[in-house]
């Protein structure tokens, strides 16, 4: 989000409340029948990864929902993820847009800086203890609840058993394991692990994970000043960068995107993924042979970590005071045990309430389900998106040996650092 942009949608929210007396929190009439009333509209982004799937499930669940409750008029607008934040914040300058969004917690964090978030707590007030306390905690600030947990991403190691088997070797778990198969793997011509160094990939699937398995953070704990540059995250970044030297990234490392379908990965030419989910999984599957795929727990550094986080539903700036109603039975509704039931067998993805039970059995659903536990969901930060377009230059310039690791860091993070300071 560019700062014209932050401060439009601060001056439109601004104007867009004191003009229709929607405070937060704020309740509204019902219909004669004691029922709400109202139109609400959701824009939905890619949860269901197969476009034709992800249409037919959500046209079916504003159909039932309308069913059961006639007085609301929902409408589930499918978006991509393409220019996501430029086109909220034009929604939100333009006071014309969405009432509810599914979010991420740093895009929350982005939305509430420019008042374009209402709180959600009373849409929550009769269910909230059945939430995983994680899931609230990552849409709560300033101790308000900025979104409703729809469901949660979790993502863990994947590995091409066939690979380590034919060199003899076992399936990596820590960095040390990843960097000894390594040569062993290269004099073969395969690569032990994958990277999507592209600029345009999120870093929470890409360098992040290695920041945290190090024991670093993007952020200081007040949120003032980045430490990406720690010693920590040196190590990190001089881990890829070893690797790279080493054969251990395939050629293409620092350029590459997160595709599975026509990468190295698929070709039975690189030995691992650091950061799957259980789509990615199913496409190795489909590539290489159901029975020389498996999953295991995240990789382990200093400690173990990936990135898992809620997607949330949360209430825009955009909602009026008639609507307000509606909207929390909307939230109430996607967010119930049944809705995240249905939501999570058609996606693959895990849910954030207790009472909600995960999908499916076997060795990937544990696996999955175990790595919930180191789960990060990621930086919940209003710059959060800056500074991760600062530092993805810097560390595909390390990768392709343009920059030392210390020198790429110390670099982004002097920019990031005039970023904060102009914010």
């Known amino acids: 989000m560019t700062k014209k942009h932050l401060r439009l949608a601060v001056m439109t929210a601004a104007i867009a409340l004191a003009a229709t007396g929607c405070a937060p929190g704020a309740t509204t009439p019902v219909g004669a029948d004691g029922k709400a009333t109202g139109s609400v509209t959701l824009w939905m982004y890619p949860v269901i990864k197969d476009e034709a799937k992800s249409k037919e499930f959500w046209n079916k669940t504003e159909a039932d929902f309308e069913a059961s409750h006639p007085g609301i008029d929902l409408k589930i607008e499918l978006q991509t993820f393409d220019k996501r934040d430029a086109q909220m914040s034009a929604a939100l300058a333009a006071n014309s847009g969405p009432d509810i969004a599914l979010v991420t917690p740093d895009q929350a964090a982005t939305y509430i800086t420019v008042g374009g978030l209402q ?103 007040d949120g003032k000043n980045v430490e990406f540059d720690s010693d920590a995250g040196v190590k990190a970044l001089q881990f890829l960068v070893d690797l790279n030297k080493a054969g251990g990234l395939p050629v293409d490392a620092a350029t590459a995107g997160p595709a599975v379908e026509g990468a190295p990965i698929a070709a039975g030419k690189v030995g691992m993924r650091a950061t799957a989910a259980l789509p990615e ?33 949360a209430l825009t700036s955009i909602n009026k005071k008639e609507n307000r109603a509606a909207a929390y039975e909307v939230l109430s509704y996607l967010t119930s045990p049944e809705s995240q039931t249905a939501l999570n067998a058609a996606a693959g993805n895990f849910p954030t309430r207790t009472d909600v039970k995960i999908q499916g059995s076997g060795p990937d659903v544990e696996a999955m389900s175990a790595s919930l536990e180191f789960a990060n969901p990621g930086e919940s930060s209003p710059v959060a998106r800056q500074v991760m377009a600062i530092l993805a230059p810097y560390i595909q310039a390390a990768l392709g040996g343009k920059l030392s690791a210390k020198e790429a860091l110390t670099k982004a993070a002097d920019e990031a650092r005039a970023l904060l300071k102009r914010s």
């Open 281 to 313: 999984l199913a496409k190795m599957r489909t590539a290489l042979g159901a029975d020389h795929v498996a999953l295991g727990l995240p990789l382990e550094g200093k400690v173990q970590a990936t990135y898992g986080n809620p997607g949330l539903l």
């Open 119 to 221: 709180p959600v707590d009373d849409a929550v007030a009769n269910s909230r203890d059945a939430f995983f306390p994680g899931t609230l905690k990552a849409a709560t600030f300033d101790d308000e609840l900025y979104g409703v947990p729809l469901f949660q991403n979790i993502n863990t190691t994947v590995y091409n058993t066939k690979v380590f088997a034919d060199a003899g070797l076992a399936l990596p778990k820590t960095w040390d394991d990843v960097l000894a198969a390594a040569p062993v793997l290269a004099a073969k011509g395969i690569s032990v692990m994958d990277y999507a160094g592209s600029p345009e990939q999120t870093l929470n699937l890409s360098y992040y994970p290695f920041l945290w398995q190090a024991g670093g953070t993007v952020f200081s704990k």
